[in-house]
């Protein structure tokens, strides 16, 4: 694993004013790193192990270096909540209504995160948190984050309206624990007050989850009932199978709007089909990037390998925007 220096976009006077100390930061966490010889181990290795396989790879510089959690604990904070309200199903409220995902957007600070690359090259999976904060906004929780990313921070967060991704999928992040943080993307679900909110949130949590896993080349399976094998996962079933952790999130959350980690998988699996439907075969020199697709999908319909595809365009990262035109030869 290798520490890379962020590149810190000057954004506002706050992080004007920040800049100093962030790179001092920087320094002690490089010199740190360069006592960590921890190997990693291939993608396609990865994925064919188990929990207890995969944390037995981690090294004790590994454990000590990302033994971060973020900070929410369901099982305290929500007991004044009403838990015995019926709730008409989610996903059938999500069908009926035909709400639509939110657009995913980055948070340009997350280019001064701190950049661990993930012990198997990529991640494998996507842990599912909720914030565990009634009383907060999901702007609100971003900026905690940011403000405190030495202590934890996650890939991305969800809310009824948005979508934010605030930290790079190409490196891990510190929100499920030094066993989990190495192999997993992170998406936190920000707390709604109504029916309504909730499922739109969750429609987004689960929309972003089968996009990060198709952009990986990953299929969905649920690790919940599988003994924390599989490629969606949720922090309650990291703390049983992986450890390092105790949350318990974000089952009390979802029973509370009368939802469970299967409703939330069966949604995962809705939109992973939805982004696969556009699979025509790609032919000729070149292809209009159209909506849903991702330079995995591309590959796979156009036989040009993503290296290639990303070579012959000058991409440096996975983001495509509707309408671009991408050469395959
Ligand atoms: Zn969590």
């Known amino acids: 694993m290798k520490y890379k220096f962020g590149t810190a976009l000057i954004l506002s006077s706050s992080l004007l004013l920040s800049q100093s100390s962030f790179y001092v930061n920087a320094e002690e966490k490089s010199n740190e790193q360069t006592e960590n010889t921890s190997k990693s181990i291939s993608f396609e290795q990865a994925q064919k192990m188990n929990p ?8 004790d510089e590994d454990l000590k270096l990302h033994n971060k959690v973020a900070e929410h604990q369901s099982t305290e904070l929500e007991t004044n909540r009403n838990t015995n309200e019926a709730y008409q199903n989610v996903n059938g409220y999500i069908d009926q209504n035909n709400i639509k995902p939110s657009a995913i957007t980055q948070d340009t600070r997350m280019n001064s995160l701190p950049k661990y690359d993930y012990k198997s090259d990529k991640f494998i999976g996507v842990v599912i ?61 920000a707390q709604s007050s109504t029916f309504d909110q909730f499922a739109k949130s969750v429609n987004n949590q689960a929309y972003l989850t089968a996009k990060m896993l198709d952009q990986n080349g990953l299929k969905p399976s649920l690790a919940d009932h599988n003994e924390g094998t599989g490629t969606v996962i949720s922090h309650n079933v990291i703390s049983q199978y992986y450890g390092g952790t105790d949350h318990t999130d974000p089952i009390n959350y979802f029973s509370q709007w009368g939802y469970d980690m299967d409703q939330f998988y ?15 075969t790609v032919t000729g020199d070149t292809h209009t990037v159209a909506s849903g697709d991702t330079l995995y999908n591309i590959s796979q319909r156009s036989g040009v390998s993503v290296d290639n595809i990303k070579e012959l ?8 925007t509707v309408g671009q035109v991408l050469k395959l030869k």
């Open 129 to 189: 948190h909720e914030t565990a904060n009634p009383n907060s906004t999901i702007d609100e929780e971003i900026n905690y984050m940011y403000n405190n990313y030495e202590s934890a921070f996650v890939h991305a967060y969800a809310g009824s309206s948005k979508i934010v991704q605030t930290a790079s999928s190409d490196y891990l992040a510190w929100g499920a624990g030094a066993k989990a943080n190495p192999y997993f993307y992170q998406i936190e679900l």
């Open 313 to 320: 365009n000058d991409l440096s990262s996975n983001d495509l």
């Open 52 to 59: 207890k396989e995969l944390t037995n790879l981690l090294t």
């Open 266 to 280: 069966s949604l995962v699996q809705k939109h992973y089909n939805q982004l696969n439907e556009a699979s025509d």
